[in-house]
């Protein structure tokens, strides 16, 4: 069965300091995976999107990271912001026979304290 | 160019009414999705559309119908909710590879039923 597990559930951090969020997955034949930050009461945003040959990818203060061989990902986040403050969501997609399947993490509630 | 638009925001229903969630995209998308956001489960796929009069069911189909109504338009209905239908419903509409910030998520409609 097709699992995206990220962790931790939630963090907060200091306005200025750095975080990383974790996604683990077990999702085939993979395709992409992408990073979404969801503030509250809206829908998802993309920030990056990673194919299987893609090791990192940034998107301004946001750095993702790939390792396909372990099926893991990162989201590193540098001088977090008080608008950082969201959950972020991890999506892994399986592409076959012209059809895709979406797996989504629960997310990662970020909080941002000044 | 609005991107992914839902209609209602908000609504209540009393358990065993009916109502149908409206989903609209200006990105001449083929594809479309429903899904829906309970804490601590992430987004799950109710019912997508590949492309213009074809649907197909996802991982929670059951309680709901849909119809694409045209290459625009991907409605999600309620025939009798239930309590347990209580969530936040996002459609989606992937975006093409390159426009990686463009939002494809809807805002979201919250739904309650009593």
């Known amino acids: 069965k097709n699992q995206v597990e990220q962790s931790p559930q939630s963090l907060i951090i200091l306005e200025g300091k750095n975080c990383t969020l974790q996604c683990n997955y077990t999702v085939s034949p993979f395709s992409n995976l992408r990073w979404y930050k969801q503030d509250t009461g809206r829908g998802p945003v993309s920030l990056t999107i990673?194919?299987?040959?893609?090791n990192t990818k940034s998107n301004g203060r946001y750095t993702a990271t790939l390792d396909a061989d372990t099926k893991q990902s990162s989201l590193h986040i540098t001088a977090s912001q008080l608008s950082d403050s969201a959950s972020y969501i991890c999506?892994?997609?399986?592409?076959?026979?012209?059809?895709?399947?979406?797996?989504f993490g629960s997310g990662t509630r970020l909080q941002v304290q000044p | 160019n609005a991107g992914v638009t839902q209609t209602p925001k908000f609504q209540v229903l009393k358990t065993g009414q009916s109502m149908t969630l409206q989903c609209a995209q200006d990105m001449n998308h083929n594809s479309m999705y429903w899904y829906r956001q309970d804490p601590g489960m992430g987004l799950r796929l109710i019912y997508y559309?590949?492309?213009?009069?074809?649907?197909d069911k996802g991982e929670v189909p059951n309680g709901y119908n849909v119809s694409r109504l045209n290459k625009r338009e991907f409605s999600l209905r309620l025939e009798s909710a239930a309590p347990s239908q209580t969530s936040v419903y996002f459609c989606a509409s992937p975006p093409v590879v390159g426009h990686l910030r463009k939002q494809f998520f809807g805002p979201g409609t919250r739904l309650t039923v009593l």
């Open positions: 999506v892994v997609s399986a592409d076959w026979a012209g059809r895709r399947a979406l797996t």
């Open positions: 990673m194919t299987f040959s893609e």
């Open positions: 559309s590949a492309s213009e009069g074809t649907t």
